[in-house]
């Protein structure tokens, strides 16, 4: 099997399942080694689709149930809406992760029609944002911890402290918390097996 075909089979295969399946009843079932399935499946995760990994009875590798949304119909003027407030957070920070919402706003955007659209820059052009917090992190780290949250697996993170000491550190990351300039992860610090909290701005770099 091509690996385009297997990387299309493990979806559906994992879709059809109600319960977690493990890495190596990939292996066996695909007939590949457990480190191609592992690679298939960060493969799978690149290409944004929420596969997970659960634990205990049952766990295993499994897609996110809520993968496949139904169908919502907007109005015109709803969906314009929709993607004026979104451009708002985006702007002012509100979302720590702003690649899910770019993308989801160039969804909607998509499916406007020519005087929907006109409709929306009128509205875009009326906000104004002011008092935009300062505090943020590059682009690559952003995107890692994003990739890190909603696939509820570790990072590893390069940490600048308070005192300018640097650390390296695996964390997993359980809750965020957004204050109006700085944006805060809870996480369980694997290093020490310890809970801590880290600034997002002071995260230098970060790998899942």
């Known amino acids: 099997m091509q690996r385009q075909a297997r990387l299309l089979a493990i979806t559906e295969y994992l879709r059809a399942r109600k319960t977690g399946v493990t890495a190596q009843q990939l292996a066996e079932h695909f007939g590949v080694t457990m480190r191609t399935i592992y690679r298939d499946l960060d493969t799978l995760r690149d290409a944004e689709l929420p596969v ?15 993968y496949s949304l139904p169908p919502v119909n907007l109005s015109a003027r709803e969906a314009a809406v929709l993607c004026a407030i ?22 909607i955007r998509g499916a406007l029609s020519a005087s929907a659209q006109r ?31 909603f696939s509820q697996r570790p990072v590893e993170i390069g940490y600048r402290s308070s005192n300018g000491e640097f650390s390296r550190r695996t964390v997993r990351i359980e ?20 809970k801590r909290q880290f600034r997002l701005d002071r995260i230098e770099s970060a790998k899942v």
């Open 52 to 66: 997970l990994a659960e634990q205990g009875r049952g766990g295993g590798y499994a897609l996110d149930k809520h």
């Open 86 to 107: 979104g451009t708002h957070a985006l702007a002012m920070r509100l979302v720590p992760f702003p690649g899910a919402m770019g993308r989801a706003l160039d969804k």
């Open 175 to 194: 809750a965020l918390v957004m204050e109006r300039s700085v944006t805060f992860l809870n996480c369980v610090d694997e290093t020490i097996g310890e």
């Open 119 to 149: 409709e929306l820059l009128t509205l875009i052009k009326q906000l104004q944002f002011t008092g935009v917090p300062a505090h943020s992190a590059a682009v690559p780290v952003i995107k890692a911890v994003e990739e890190a949250w």
